[in-house]
């Protein structure tokens, strides 16, 4: 869907409620009263500073506040905005970030008034700041300057490929809109459903409330889009999975099986490199899911082409051996004879946080202590805590 349409489709919901209320973490609306005061604002140079480190959005430019409306007239938000080149406009932002940033700019007629909308991908390769060096993240509705620890973390995760990292089911910057007509028709079918928009398909099947935001926002989609429900607090999707290059696992509505969050996750995650780390994985997962490790083991079960496997760096999710001709692996992932010890010994310490050599050795099926020992020295994800008798081994996080 071409920019102009995604911000029509935001502003013919203006006058239906609060300006507020249809701001989301990808949609942020601006009132300048002219190009020279949106110039000087340096809160725009923030906003796309924010939405560049998150999933990237859009700013419209000429929607008043709804908290300055009186009496409901929610119309009057539409304000619209001076015409003006958009090649200069689009310069001079670029100028104001650091690194700089493609943004789109394109006016937007709508209801005989002009608006500005402005473009801001997701960067994925850096951090994006200010001029000034501020580094901002969208949080919610608002922006806010990163933290020196937040800004720390994403410059460590952006040192793996995670195609998880963006995934998003966002109704107006992510979804491939083709697909999403092909899904809202097929629901209007089976639902014998009136004619409806794309936002409120998305609000009548659960994915959106109120047009604020995902219940989840960690998926996104193939072309072939497909039916999916809500369960509780995830969305899960009902589909076969066909694999294809690059990227994200292509999906059809055929029934076959239902893939959860984690499954999605861990799929996308090992297909580019054939493998992904476990704490890496527990670190994604986290963000979606209060009990990470146990939702790795269930989906790796659950799932034909991965299996979890060990080294002395660690626990890997790889791609199972005969699966990668058809995911195009290019590079397969080696393990030794002793990987189901690595990985029975990361649960045991995982499960009970700490244990002694002798709990270890028993656990393991090791026939002498010694042999215990120097497998664990060799381990590089485990710690000795204490000496002699008393000395305990625990994960190293």
């Known amino acids: 869907m071409r920019l102009e349409e995604v911000v029509i489709e935001v502003l013919n919901r203006v006058p239906l409620r609060p300006s ?21 604002a340096k809160d725009l140079a923030e ?3 924010a939405l560049s480190n998150w999933r990237g959005g859009i700013v419209i430019v000429g929607v008043r506040d709804g908290s300055n409306v009186r009496n409901a007239d929610w119309g009057s938000q539409l304000l619209g905005f001076d015409h003006v080149d958009v090649h200069t406009i689009r310069e001079r932002l670029k100028g104001k970030l650091k690194p700089s940033v493609d943004l789109v700019v394109e006016e937007v007629a709508y209801q005989s008034r002009n608006f500005l909308a402005i473009q801001a991908p997701h960067s994925r390769s850096s951090l994006v700041a200010t001029a000034s060096g501020k580094v901002c993240i969208r949080d919610g509705k608002s922006s806010r ?3 020196p620890e937040e800004i720390e973390q994403a410059k460590n995760l952006q040192d793996y490929d995670w195609s998880a990292e963006t995934l998003a089911l966002n109704p107006l910057a992510s979804l491939d809109w083709e697909a999403l007509t092909e899904a809202q028709e097929d629901f209007a079918i089976r639902r014998k459903s009136a004619e409806m928009s794309p936002m409120d398909f998305l609000e009548a099947i659960g994915a959106t409330h109120n047009g604020e935001r995902m219940s989840v926002n960690s998926l996104r989609y193939g072309r072939d889009f497909p039916t999916f429900a809500q369960r509780g607090d995830s969305i899960e999707v009902t589909m076969e999975a066909r694999y294809t290059r690059p990227g994200v696992f292509v999906i059809a509505n055929d029934g076959k099986k239902t893939y959860g969050i984690t499954d999605l996750l861990i ?13 890496a994985l527990r670190k994604l997962l986290s963000k979606v899911n209060d009990n990470p490790w146990d939702s790795i083991i269930t ?4 799932l034909d082409c991965v299996e979890l496997c060990g ?3 660690g626990l890997y999710v ?9 995911l ?3 590079k397969s992932f080696r393990i030794t004879a002793v990987s189901k010890k690595h990985v029975e010994l990361y649960q045991f310490l995982f499960r009970h946080g700490k244990a002694s050599n002798a709990d270890i050795k028993s656990h393991l099926g090791h026939k002498h202590t010694s042999q215990t020992s120097v497998f664990l020295r060799t381990a590089a994800y485990t710690k000795r805590s204490g000496r002699g008798p008393s000395a305990v081994w625990s994960l190293v996080e």
């Open 299 to 302: 989906s790796v079960e659950s």
């Open 47 to 49: 906003e796309l500073s």
């Open 311 to 313: 080294t002395k760096d």
């Open 328 to 330: 195009d692996v290019q």
């Open 267 to 279: 799929l996308n995650s090992v297909f580019e490199k054939g493998y992904v780390g476990v704490p």
């Open 145 to 147: 300057p990163m933290s």
């Open 20 to 40: 507020d209320d249809l701001e989301s973490d990808t949609i942020e609306f601006k009132e300048y009263g002219s190009e020279a005061a949106l110039h000087n």
């Open 318 to 326: 790889r791609v199972v051996p005969a699966w990668n001709t058809v």
